[in-house]
């Protein structure tokens, strides 16, 4: 059991090198200034086109030609800008929830320049360094090991290692499973025990190793050389550059963390504490409709429970300091909008189990709150950096608040039910489709399913464990039959997709959606619709995709008269971009990450009402 602790150890966090490598490769169209596109007094540059082209999927556009993609990316681009033009005019921005979550955000770019600043810029790596890790760089060792809790013990076995016992003799007498463990440069996070091992000689042992509370004697039974790896190549030295700058990151880190908290004990208000726990349970629990013991697999906290809870709790006491800190009291508002930034799993619905859970969920709040508030003390809140990511994502998130506000006002009556009922009875040309849908509100979620897809995995079996559509859990995702002319961007997506092909991720609201077309059939006049009430869900979900579709796109062009586009296609043309789809992280220092980028909402339909309009005398 003890050598479970040795896969805590053989492991080294790169999250360091993931962010200066993303830096490193923006920083390269730093120069790519050039105007694309103007919309009212705002404007897209190539340098904002190939970022957000290049570091996120673009997969929902009408054509697989390049240059067509361009386009349609540009447009759907020009249509978010127009979006946040009106929020901002409309005063969007002022809102309370609005002015929390881009606060929430900002804390983000606040934290990570003071790890550039404490952390980052003080990494130095030495000629001597390098060359001792391009040597051991190709190694690959082979060990035996003893494991063991107890001191005395591992002592005892120690000693009779030295009077000749053999190694595995005493593994059988201890009941250590005699298990070759290989060790790669890097791959151990202790770096004293690395220099160790790496100096013994073939059938050495070391003495007796404590790391994370754990005794360990190793002997070394092999020294492999890794023949992918060629000691004279650029690569072999990327990752031994990559490795020290990891440890020296770690260790530079957890020394400022700990001048930072030293003499710090911050605590919680805990009848706060149980309020939001309590609030938040009852939500999780009528949102996924099953009893504690009925969970099949963990739950994920949506940005939409953390707004019900919100409504829930008095204003009173969502204003009150929930943690005391200085210079001022952080408080539940504080911590239900940093809620909203995290990806939180809850295994188990039972109160005490939840409250564990959302425990540690308020520790890391407390830590990333002091990190970022020294950034805020030291005012790199002010830095270009900050307030250019800030404005990327100021004006995504707007479009999306006042897009979804539009589509809130959308209203799906009886009476819509009825006549789309009997449209589809008489409609005999009609095509029905059935799909099944994968509908998550995080991006994260979205990654690890296009990755299981591209290795095989049942698109089913991902609806069963990734899909968040409340109605359409039990059925693993399946819509059933409906009109594909009536179902808005979905529906015509599906019309013209062929049974089996998968299309995704399309931006819907509340989150994102990739779905496989299942099957589609001309529809019967004769056939006798028989309507469950969850079918009735499905088709006011559809007739409100559907009218969304519309309104939006009406309004998008709507805007554009008002803000006024103009479009550069030439220097458009001329733009290189990947035809790679690749979904990129930002990771930030101090932990957490984001996408790099926003992802860019298909909405290109707009420019041909609005070109055409603008061609007519």
Do not use: C
Not at 323 to 334: F, G, L, N, Q, R
Not at 364 to 376: L, Q, S, T
């Amino acid at each position: 059991m003890y050598l479970n602790q040795l896969e805590r150890i053989i492991q080294a966090t790169t999250s360091i090198i993931l962010f200066v490598l993303l830096s490193n490769f923006i920083a390269l169209a730093q120069n790519e200034s050039d105007v694309l596109a103007r919309i009212g007094s705002d404007k897209i540059t190539v340098e904002e086109f190939q970022n957000r082209f290049d570091f996120m999927p673009h997969l929902n556009y009408s054509d697989s030609n390049i240059d067509s993609i361009k386009k349609e990316f540009l447009y759907s681009l020009i249509a978010e800008k127009l979006w946040a033009l009106e929020a901002n005019e409309t005063l969007f921005d002022t809102i309370p929830v609005i002015k929390n979550s881009l606060k929430s955000l900002e804390k983000l770019f606040v934290k990570d320049e003071l790890y550039k600043e404490k952390v980052e810029s003080q990494i130095n790596i030495s000629a001597d360094e390098i060359a001792a890790g391009l040597k051991r760089v190709t190694r690959v060792l082979n060990f035996y090991i003893i494991a063991l809790s107890d001191s005395a013990t591992i002592f005892d076995a120690y000693g009779s290692l030295t009077k000749g016992f053999a190694f595995d003799s005493i593994q059988v007498q201890l009941n250590i499973p005699i298990k070759v463990h290989s060790v790669k440069y890097g791959s151990l996070e202790d770096e004293t025990l690395e220099n160790i091992l790496y100096l013994l000689k073939h059938g050495e042992f070391t003495q007796p190793y404590r790391s994370g509370g754990n005794w360990f004697i190793f002997k070394l039974i092999g020294d492999e050389i890794d023949n992918s790896i060629d000691p004279s190549k650029e690569h072999a030295r990327n990752i031994v550059l990559k490795k020290l700058k990891d440890r020296k990151s770690q260790k530079i880190g957890r020394a400022y963390l700990n001048t930072l908290f030293r003499g710090k004990k911050i605590e919680a208000d805990r009848n706060l504490f149980n309020l939001i726990s309590n609030n938040l349970l009852s939500v999780i629990k009528n949102r996924v409709s099953v009893s504690n013991n009925q969970m099949g697999s963990e739950v994920q906290l949506l940005e939409s429970d953390i707004y019900k809870v919100m409504e829930l709790i008095n204003q009173s006491d969502i204003n009150s300091p929930f943690i005391e800190m200085d210079p001022y009291p952080a408080t539940v508002s504080d911590f239900l909008f940093y809620a909203i930034y995290q990806k939180i799993y809850f295994a188990s619905l039972d109160s005490l189990r939840f409250k564990q859970i959302l425990s540690g969920v308020v520790k890391k709040f407390i830590e990333d709150e002091v990190i970022a508030r020294e950034g805020y003390r030291l005012k790199l809140n002010n830095l270009s950096s900050v307030k250019h990511d800030m404005a990327v994502w100021k004006g995504y998130y707007l479009a999306e608040v006042i897009m979804n506000s539009f589509s809130d006002s959308i209203k799906i009556t009886d009476q819509d039910v009825k006549d789309y009922l009997g449209t589809n009875i008489t409609n005999a040309d009609g095509f029905m489709i059935n799909i099944a849908e994968i509908f998550t509100p995080s991006l994260e979620d979205i990654e690890h399913v296009l990755d299981e897809l591209k290795s095989g995995r049942d698109f089913l079996e991902l609806s069963e464990k990734y899909n968040q559509r409340e109605w359409t859990k039990r059925s693993k995702g399946l819509w059933g039959f409906f009109d594909a002319y009536k179902e808005g961007e979905i529906g015509k997506i599906a019309l013209e997709m062929s049974v089996g092909e998968v299309y995704g991720p399309l931006k819907v609201k509340d989150g994102y959606s990739i779905f496989k077309l299942i099957d589609k059939k001309i529809n019967k006049t004769n056939e006798k619709k028989v309507i469950s009430a969850d079918s009735l869900k499905f088709i006011k979900t559809k007739l409100a995709l559907g009218k969304m579709d519309e309104l939006i796109n009406k309004k998008t062009v709507e805007l554009a008269n008002k803000y006024k586009v103009e479009i550069d296609p030439n220097l458009l043309s001329k733009v290189e971009v990947s035809p790679l789809n690749t979904f990129t992280y930002r990771l930030i220092g101090f932990g957490g990450k984001i996408a790099a980028f926003p992802i860019t909402v298909p909405m290109y339909e707009w420019f041909k009402d609005y070109n055409t309009k603008k061609e007519i005398p």
